[in-house]
């Protein structure tokens, strides 16, 4: 698997309405909804959680990914491909997909998935980097 595949995989649902626990490719996304769309879009099996609150608590959410089969825990920056954990307050509760100079997520705020800059606001909101097992460059 490559970087170039996940995002790619990613970049198919920009402009997907976000929806609060969204699973259905093209139509609803959420953030966990986005990663796991775009893990499976690059062949990737994933283990999705079918409830949780708008702002998952208590680790809930460092634990899902933990969890997951296709990801490892890397202690290093952010690089093209990696899905990234982050928190705007409290415990961690949004995903992205690190495309680069750009990020990939499902945003409630401008409510679609989207890519933009990666500045150094949305870095400082970067708490666990995550690589899919297996990506080459």
């Not at 208590?58 to 634990?63: F, H, I, P, R, V």
């Amino acid at each position: 698997m490559t970087q170039d595949a996940i995002i790619a995989a990613a970049r198919a649902y920009l402009g997907t309405p976000f929806r609060h626990l969204g699973r259905v490719p093209g139509k609803a996304l959420d953030c966990a909804g986005l990663a796991k769309a775009s893990a499976e879009g690059a062949g990737y099996a994933v283990i999705d959680m079918e409830a949780y609150a708008r702002t998952p608590a208590n680790g809930l959410l460092e634990a899902m990914l933990d969890a997951q089969p296709c990801l490892i825990r890397v202690f290093r920056a952010p690089q093209a491909g990696d899905l990234l954990l982050m928190r705007f307050t409290g415990d961690p509760q949004h995903l992205a997909i690190c495309a680069g100079e750009t990020i990939i997520h499902a945003w409630q705020t401008v409510g679609k998935v989207v890519e933009h800059r990666f500045t150094d606001l949305w870095k400082s909101r970067v708490v666990r980097v995550y690589e899919f097992v297996e990506v080459s460059a």
